[in-house]
């Protein structure tokens, strides 16, 4: 069976405007583990180089990882155009201004040739008004070649430009940097060095302001916002903690300690709440040499940080900064800063607190425009055969028929073709097996007998608790047919238990196979060495903390991932070690196997997530882009997209076909540590440290919920066999049931509000709260639905 194809380090990606992009071949030689393609150390980790291109056209709301070289052929009009110089004449500056003018007039983009003259004569207005003449060309053609760099990048060519305020490479977007060198790493650039050369990414500080006005130019910024309307303020309040850091940076940069001091201790107490940690961080960096090599603050300067500000807003900020000649606070606008403006009313103190909080802002709109197949795969036809028990007088054809509409209520096995589904052969999914038809045939007749869950009838719960395991329990999982659960341990074992009758074998070795007749009906059982059978099998070979598990969906392999960088591949016939791919260089927080198999996707503290298949030792893609350790990472249930989330406060969905980034969910206030698909693949479900379950629509990249209750991190979320209720499982020692079907039911995605990302929350946590049941001290690490929708959870006793 193919797997998808390797990439080598250069990759080609053709960006179309419709469908789903396509790769070019892979160059000859990469190959199914004889090691030929990929073998120079050009990764980030030196794992082979097969990097998947992480860039799209419309950018993927943050920097690419500044650690993986990405070579993609990007529309023109990608890349922000560098600015003209601040001391090129004012002729040239007018004239290119007034054929630009001319061109947006022939292209007939009036609002675009209005938006550009009002914005001409301010600066205009502004050169005029500023003092010595020194001055007047230096913030007038800073200003001019800032507004020239944005005009000229909207112009790619002879193709019409975007309209204002929709994306990136409209007039509205101010992204590229009016001054300030280069630096590796920036955005909008689709090459991306190995490593940052530090002191290039930190001479972008090295402005010179006067050390002193620092305070004095936030003041009046403050003062400002702070006295604006209220329709203005609750989206200019957004400014405050960018500006802050940046403004600290630079003073610490430039070695200014006392007033850096001073400035922090003044401002810091004005930050959001949900800010805290991020400050904490950043109080610690008090001396120049303190800022090389903290990712942290590495990750505010080469990743823009993204506001969304509504035009009106936009402009009155722009006016207050001319006005006042604080070029200062404009610079770092202009170079730190993404502002992704919108036509239409501004939001409100809600709407914005609702979807902000990660490490880089929020989300560009653009970054989730991309088509997301989000629909089921069809299902093989497989015929079911009548058991004795079944005493029905109902024909053959009628109980399959029966059945099949039970096992999902969006229709998934019926003969027509899901119109989000994405095409079949869209990725090489391994062919059906004897045995997994089989299992498929016990599938549907356990979902027969399966409990239709609702408000009025809630699951029984049956908890596994972990004894005398001293807080050494540090991941869990449990079978798709819930008959094994495995742990992994502190300790650097991984343990796995049968939870029914049967016990565990292991096969016979290979002198007593060879006497075994393979022509027995049973010769399945007779190959099991029963001196073997127990209820637990130990299975050694990490060398640190295993922090994930997962089962394959046939039952025959299990994946751990550990501090020790590792994935380790599990034989559950014989109990051995088959694999250990090495492509991370520190710890692996998560791995998970595809629903169909073969495939499997891990993160870790390297902020990456990888692909693999079984049968290559090296990563089919990695997916790169987040700005901190990726936490938990799981697969849609088509198999087609991955989802991570991580300490940067993000969720994303990547496309494994191409390993673009196709969705960018923020919202979340801590590090994400708990991710659920539902059942009909159309919404994601995600728990983080804040102790918040945030609701999201895939298809329009929204968030259309939030369930509120849990006192502590979510650890665990799992949605029902039928999609009709979300349980959730936290540190707080409770599992949490909510009404899904009422969550996700007459959801507003008109085209506005998928315009402007405008959300309205519904504040219902009460009502869609169904149950709340506590462990005695417990908290709960997984969640399981069985067959026919018992909940299983697990965790480890930990005595207060």
Wanted: proline residues 6%; aromatic residues 8%.
């Amino acid at each position: 069976m193919a797997a998808l194809a390797e990439e080598q380090t250069e990759v080609a990606v053709k960006l179309e405007s419709e469908g789903p992009p396509t790769l070019l071949p892979p160059q000859a030689g990469d190959g199914a583990g004889e090691g030929g393609g990929g073998t120079t150390n050009n990764g980030p980790n030196g794992c082979g180089g097969n990097v998947a291109a992480s860039s799209s056209a419309g950018g993927d709301g943050g920097t690419p990882k500044p650690s993986v070289a990405v070579s993609a052929v990007a529309p023109a009009g990608a890349a922000p155009v560098p600015a003209a110089a601040p001391d090129a004449g004012a002729p040239h500056d007018r004239q290119t201004l007034l054929a630009v003018l001319q061109f947006l007039r022939q292209s007939n983009l009036r609002e675009a040739e209005e938006a550009l003259r009002r914005e001409a004569r301010l600066l205009e207005e502004a050169v005029a008004g500023s003092g010595a003449p020194g001055e007047a060309d230096g913030a007038g053609g800073e200003a001019a070649s800032a507004l020239l760099s944005r005009v000229t990048a909207s112009v790619p060519g002879p193709a019409a430009p975007d309209p204002p305020g929709t994306g990136p490479s409209g007039p509205a977007a101010v992204s590229g940097s009016a001054t300030g060198p280069a630096a590796p790493g920036k955005v909008g650039s689709v090459a991306v060095e190995d490593q940052p050369d530090v002191s290039a990414v930190l001479s972008a500080y090295n402005q010179q302001g006067d050390p002193t006005m620092y305070e004095e130019y936030y003041s009046g910024l403050k003062h400002f916002i702070e006295c604006s309307l209220d329709c203005h303020r609750a989206e200019l309040s957004q400014l405050f903690y960018p500006l802050f850091v940046h403004m600290y940076l630079e003073l610490v940069y430039n070695q200014h300690e006392n007033e850096a001091k001073s400035f922090f201790e003044k401002f810091h107490g004005d930050q959001e709440c949900y800010y805290q940690d991020d400050l904490r961080v950043l109080s610690s960096l008090t001396k120049k040499e303190h800022m090389k090599g903290n990712e942290t603050m590495l990750d505010f300067r080469t990743s823009k940080f993204v506001l969304r500000i509504s035009r009106d807003s936009y402009q009155l900020l722009k006016r207050h900064l001319q006005e006042k000649q604080n070029n200062q606070i404009w610079n770092i606008v202009q170079e730190h800063l993404y502002i992704d403006i919108f036509d239409g009313m501004p939001r409100s103190k809600q709407q914005i607190d609702a979807m902000v909080g990660s490490l880089a802002g929020e989300a560009k709109r653009e970054a989730n425009k991309s088509k997301v197949f989000f629909g089921l795969l069809k299902e093989p036809e497989i015929e079911v055969p009548l058991d004795d028990e079944d005493e029905e007088g109902e024909n053959e054809e009628g109980k399959p028929k029966k059945k099949k509409p039970r096992k999902d209520s969006i229709g998934s096995k019926s003969k027509k073709q899901d119109p989000n589904a994405p095409p079949q052969n869209r990725i090489p999914l391994p062919e059906l097996k004897d045995s997994d038809k089989l299992d498929k045939i016990m599938n549907m007749k356990e979902t027969t007998k399966r409990v239709r869950l609702g408000p009025d009838c809630l699951p029984s719960i049956c908890f596994y608790t972990f004894l005398n395991a001293y807080q050494g329990l540090t991941a869990v999982d449990v079978t798709d047919d819930s008959s094994l659960i495995a742990g992994g341990f502190a300790d650097s074992t991984v343990r796995v238990w049968s939870v029914t009758p049967k016990k565990l074998r292991s096969v016979k070795q290979a002198a007593d196979l060879s006497l075994i007749d393979k022509e027995s009906d049973d010769v399945l059982e007779r190959i099991m060495d029963e001196k073997t059978a127990s209820e637990l099998k130990i299975l050694y070979g990490h060398s640190g903390p295993v922090y994930g598990a997962s089962f394959s969906p046939d039952r025959n392999y299990l994946l751990s991932s550990s501090e020790d960088g590792t994935v380790r591949l599990w034989s559950l016939q014989t109990f051995t070690c088959l694999v250990g791919y090495k492509g991370h260089n520190y710890p692996v927080w998560d791995t998970q196997f595809s629903p169909y198999g073969y495939y499997f996707v891990s993160g870790g503290h390297d902020r990456v997530a990888r692909l693999w298949a079984t049968d290559h030792y090296q990563p089919l893609r990695i997916f790169a882009g987040h700005l901190a350790d990726v936490n938990c990472t799981r697969f849609h249930p088509n198999s087609n997209y991955v989802a991570t989330g991580s300490a940067d406060r993000t969720v994303r969905l990547w496309d494994v076909l191409n390993g673009n980034c196709v969705r960018i969910f923020t919202g979340h206030k801590g590090p994400i540590h708990s991710l659920t698909f539902s059942p009909n693949g159309r919404f994601l479900a995600t728990g983080a440290t804040d102790g918040r379950v945030l609701l999201w629509d895939i298809g329009h990249g929204l968030m259309v919920g939030e369930l509120k209750g849990h006192t502590d991190t979510v650890c665990s979320l799992r949605f029902s066999r039928d999609g009709e209720i979300l349980a959730s499982g936290s540190m707080d020692n409770t599992v949490r049931l909510w009404d899904a079907v009422k969550a996700f039911e007459d959801l507003e995605t008109d085209d506005f509000t998928t315009a402007t990302g405008h959300i309205n929350l519904p504040e219902n946590s009460q009502e869609l709260l169904l149950g709340t049941y506590m462990t005695k001290s417990t908290p709960v690490v997984h969640l399981h639905f069985t067959r026919r929708n018992l909940v299983l959870a697990a965790g480890a006793y930990s005595p207060q």
